[in-house]
């Protein structure tokens, strides 16, 4: 791979790598990797593809995605812990995650798999997603790619889920907010309460939350706005239109450093 496209990938993945041929190891499909051992010089010369990265990523997602759960949603039982980790680490919702990665242009193939689409299939594409997780384990260990499976597997696809009013809802916005502006380095929401109105035993309270501007003491990036019959249920609305307004920012405009 070309370096330009070793620190393109490592800019969206929000993760830099030490070794970086370990990244360019997880986008080595084993077509590739046959067809330099055949062409090479060197009788026997053994050229390393993804599959065992992808055994070891698919390890690494299940794992953090189970701690994440369970620490993210202490009110469900095992059942519904369960069925939303199948989701998160299902193919089908994998390869939305690949495919907003643009994984298909950085991947090695051989001449047969390039010929035949390689670059769509699903299978290579989450395929070296999570080869790609196995490679940052690699590199720097759980505490380097917890952020990146939060950030890019997790946290989207709860926003995701709890905008379509979908089960499995997420529950707690502000906490989920807070989690994500720590992850971006950025500076944490002020909470106003700007309405109060109705009879004392019907009361509906307004609040805003204000996102800061990145690099700005007072000027506010964006506002959401919501009401509720509890000053707590109105500010949960308010950092959830603060919440999907972060998830829908390419990394570097919500402020992500490479």
Do not use: W
Not at 24 to 29: D, R, Y
Not at 194 to 209: I, S, Y
Request: glycine share 10%.
């Amino acid at each position: 791979m070309k370096s330009g496209d070793i620190a393109e990938l490592e800019q969206a993945l929000g993760c830099g790598f030490v070794r970086p041929e370990l990244l360019e190891q997880a986008l080595t499909h084993s077509s590739q990797a046959r067809e330099l051992e055949y062409s090479s010089v060197e009788l026997g010369q053994r050229i390393g593809d993804n599959e065992q990265l992808e055994f070891l990523g698919d390890a690494v997602l299940g794992l953090i995605t189970t701690e994440d759960l369970f620490h993210r949603f202490p009110q469900f039982r095992e059942g519904e812990l369960s069925k939303m980790r199948a989701h998160l680490v299902s193919e089908k919702h994998l390869i939305e995650v690949a495919r907003r990665l643009a994984l298909g242009r950085y991947l090695q193939l051989g001449r047969g798999e390039e010929k035949s689409g390689g670059r769509n299939k699903t299978t290579l594409l989450v395929d070296a997603l999570e080869a790609i997780l196995g490679a940052i384990y690699v590199d720097g260990g759980l505490e380097k790619v917890r952020p990146v499976v939060v950030e890019h597997i997790i946290l989207p696809e709860l926003a995701r889920i709890a905008q379509d009013g979908r089960s499995l809802p997420l529950t707690d916005y502000k906490s989920a907010l807070q989690e994500r502006l720590q992850a971006l380095g950025r500076a944490q929401p002020s909470y106003v309460l700007v309405k109060e109105q109705g009879p004392q035993h019907r009361k509906t309270f307004t609040v805003e939350a204000r996102l800061q501007a990145v690099g700005a003491r007072q000027d506010i990036e964006f506002v959401g706005r919501a009401e509720g019959f509890t000053k707590k249920n109105a500010e949960q609305g308010a950092a959830r239109q603060l919440l999907e307004y972060l998830v829908s920012l390419p990394s570097v405009a919500a402020g992500k450093k490479p």
